[in-house]
C-alpha cells in the first residue's frame, strides 16, 4: 500500500505510521522542498528511527510542544468509574469522547456475579471495604427492584391513548390514527417509557458505577491527561494513568515519554499546588438555590461590542465604528430573523459577551453538562453537603420514595465517615447521582444560545433541561434585547419526552425493511 493516497494531487492522505506521521508534517515549517512526500521518501522511508530522534530532539530537549498535536490516536477506555471517567473528560481541547449513556442502558446485570461498580479494595477503601460495598450492591439491589414498578406506574400514569402524534404538520390523537402501523407507536412508545424510567431510576448510581468510553485525540492532549491522572490522588486515577501510559508508549515511542519525564512530574507538581492555593480559608457551609448568576456585562455595553464586531469585517478601525442604538437593535433583530435552526449560531461576534454562573445540579446532570467543552468549569470532590434530588414520578410511589430516602440518608451517612478515614476524594465514590453537585463554569452568548436549544429540547434528560431553562431565564432578565436572539429555546411541558422521536426512528427503520423486502 503506497504512504499516499496520491503522488499528483495537492490535497492528499497521508497513510505512514502515526509517528512519522507527525514529524513528516512538522517538516512543512522548515523545508524549502515544495512536496512533503519527497522529504518523505528521501529522509524517512528507509530510516525507521527517523521519527523518533526526531522527537526527542525537537520535542524533548527544546520542548516545542506543538509538534505533538500531529500525532493521534484512538483508545478504548473500560471499566472505569463514574469518578474518574470526568477527570478524563476533564480536558476541553484536543480529546474527543464517546462514554457508555446511563439514560439507554439498564445497569441491573451482574458481571461474575457482582454488580458494576468499583469495588473497595480498588477505590483504595482497606479497613471499610465491606461496609461501601454492602451499601453499593443495596443501591444496585434497589434499582433492580425499582426498574418494573417504575415501568409499570410510568404506563399506567401516561397511556399511549393520551397521546398525539405529529404526522405530516397535524397532530392526531392514537385514537385517531388509522394509516400509521400499530407497532410503530407501540415500539416507540414502549422504547420512550424505557428511557423515562432510566431518567428516573440512574440517580440510585454511586458515581463508583463502572462505564466504558472511547477517546481520540492528539499527543499532547494525551501527555496532559496522563499527568492530570497521576497527579489526581487516588489508586484508580494512578492505575489508568499508568495503563494510558502503557498503551501509547510504543505507538508513540519518544513523544508520550515527556508525561513521564522531568517536565511532566514538574507540570504535576504545580498543579497540585495552584490547586491548593486558599485550603483551610474557608468552611463550605453550603448553598441555597439551584443557579446564581455571578458576573455578566451591562447591557448595553454587550450590545454596543456584539453589533460592532459584527460588521468589523466590512467597516474601518474598530474605534471608528459608531452604530446608533436603534441601529444596533435592526441588527440584532435581522440576526434572530436569518437564524432558520438552532444550527445557525450568532457567531463569533457574540463571543465577547461573557457570563459566569453557579449551577447547583444533581451529578447524574453534570455528567452531561461537563460535555460541553466551550465551558469553563470549576469544581470540587462530588460529596453529600448540598442535599439530593428525589425522581418525580418515583416519589409518587410512596413505598418507593420511602426506601429511596432511606438509602440517601445512609449514603450521607457512610460519606462522613469515609472522609474522616481516606478524605474527600476516596469519600466520593459512594455518593449516588442523586446528590446535588454545585459547580462554577464561565461561557459566552454564543456557547450558551446553542447550549439553551440544545439542551431544552423535549428529548433531553428533565434535570438538564431545567438547567439549561434557568439559564434562559437568567439571561432574559438581565439582557431582555439580546435574549430573543435565543429563538429555538423549547419552554413546553412534556411527558415522555423521547416519544416522538422514536416515532421518527420506528417510523425509518420499518420503510428501510420495507424496502430491503
Avoid: W
Wanted: glycine share 8%.
Amino acid at each position: 500500500m503506497d504512504d499516499f493516497s496520491n503522488r499528483d494531487r495537492d490535497v492528499f492522505l497521508i497513510k505512514t505510521d502515526m509517528i512519522d506521521r507527525g514529524a513528516l508534517m512538522s517538516r512543512y515549517s522548515r523545508t524549502a522542498n515544495l512536496d512533503i512526500r519527497e522529504v518523505y521518501e528521501k529522509e524517512f522511508k528507509n530510516n525507521p528511527l527517523r521519527a523518533s530522534n526526531f522527537y526527542k530532539r525537537i520535542f524533548l530537549d527544546y520542548g516545542d510542544e506543538s509538534v505533538a498535536e500531529l500525532t493521534t490516536a484512538q483508545l478504548g477506555i473500560q471499566n472505569v468509574s463514574n469518578i474518574i471517567s470526568k477527570v478524563i473528560e476533564e480536558p476541553r481541547i484536543g480529546l474527543s469522547y464517546l462514554e457508555k449513556s446511563s439514560r439507554y442502558v439498564k445497569y441491573n446485570k451482574k458481571i461474575d456475579g457482582n454488580y458494576l461498580f468499583l469495588h473497595g479494595k480498588y477505590a483504595g477503601i482497606e479497613g471499610m471495604e465491606d461496609d461501601y460495598d454492602r451499601y453499593c450492591n443495596d443501591l444496585f439491589d434497589f434499582y433492580s427492584r425499582a426498574y418494573p414498578e417504575m415501568m409499570r406506574y410510568m404506563g399506567e400514569t401516561n397511556p399511549l391513548e393520551d397521546f398525539t402524534f405529529e404526522i405530516g404538520g397535524k397532530n392526531y390523537r392514537y385514537s385517531d390514527l388509522k394509516s400509521v402501523d400499530d407497532t410503530v407507536l407501540e415500539k416507540s412508545y414502549k422504547s420512550s417509557l424505557r428511557s423515562a424510567v432510566l431518567d428516573e431510576i440512574r440517580a440510585l448510581l454511586p458515581a463508583s458505577t463502572l462505564t466504558n468510553m472511547g477517546i481520540s485525540g492528539n499527543g499532547r492532549a494525551f501527555i496532559s491527561l496522563i499527568e492530570r491522572l497521576r497527579g489526581y490522588g487516588t489508586p484508580e486515577a494512578s492505575k489508568f494513568g499508568e495503563l494510558i501510559y502503557g498503551e501509547l508508549e510504543p505507538e508513540l515511542p519518544e513523544l508520550i515519554d515527556d508525561a513521564v519525564s522531568g517536565h511532566g512530574k514538574s507540570q504535576i507538581e504545580y498543579n497540585i499546588a495552584r490547586d491548593s492555593l486558599g485550603e483551610g480559608l474557608y468552611t463550605d457551609a453550603g448553598m441555597a438555590g439551584d443557579l446564581r448568576l455571578i458576573n455578566y456585562m451591562d447591557e448595553g455595553k454587550a450590545i454596543d461590542m456584539a453589533t460592532r464586531t459584527l460588521i468589523y469585517g466590512s467597516a474601518g478601525p474598530y474605534k471608528d465604528i459608531n452604530i446608533p442604538v436603534e441601529k444596533e437593535y435592526n441588527i440584532l433583530k435581522q440576526l434572530a430573523a436569518l437564524r432558520g435552526n438552532r444550527r445557525h449560531k450568532l457567531g463569533r461576534a457574540f463571543e465577547g459577551i461573557n457570563y459566569s454562573f453557579e449551577v447547583n445540579m444533581n451529578y447524574g446532570a453534570f455528567r452531561e453538562f461537563q460535555r460541553h467543552r466551550f465551558f469553563s468549569i470549576i469544581r470540587k470532590p462530588l460529596s453529600t453537603k448540598y442535599g439530593y434530588d428525589i425522581p418525580e414520578n418515583l416519589g409518587k410511589i410512596l413505598e418507593l420514595k420511602s426506601e429511596y430516602v432511606e438509602l440517601m440518608e445512609r449514603a450521607d451517612t457512610l460519606y462522613g465517615n469515609l472522609m474522616k478515614k481516606y478524605g474527600e476524594k476516596i469519600a466520593q465514590y459512594v455518593v449516588p447521582y442523586a446528590y446535588k453537585y454545585p459547580v462554577v463554569f464561565s461561557s459566552n452568548l454564543n456557547e450558551l444560545a446553542y447550549f439553551i436549544e440544545l439542551r431544552s429540547n423535549q428529548q433531553v434528560h428533565p434535570d438538564l433541561r431545567k438547567v439549561a431553562l434557568d439559564i434562559y431565564s437568567e439571561i432574559s432578565r438581565v439582557h431582555p434585547n439580546l435574549a430573543p436572539l435565543i429563538k429555538f429555546v423549547d419552554t413546553g411541558d412534556y411527558r415522555l419526552g423521547r416519544l416522538p422521536s422514536e416515532v421518527r426512528k420506528e417510523s425509518k427503520k420499518r420503510s428501510l425493511s420495507d424496502e430491503n423486502d
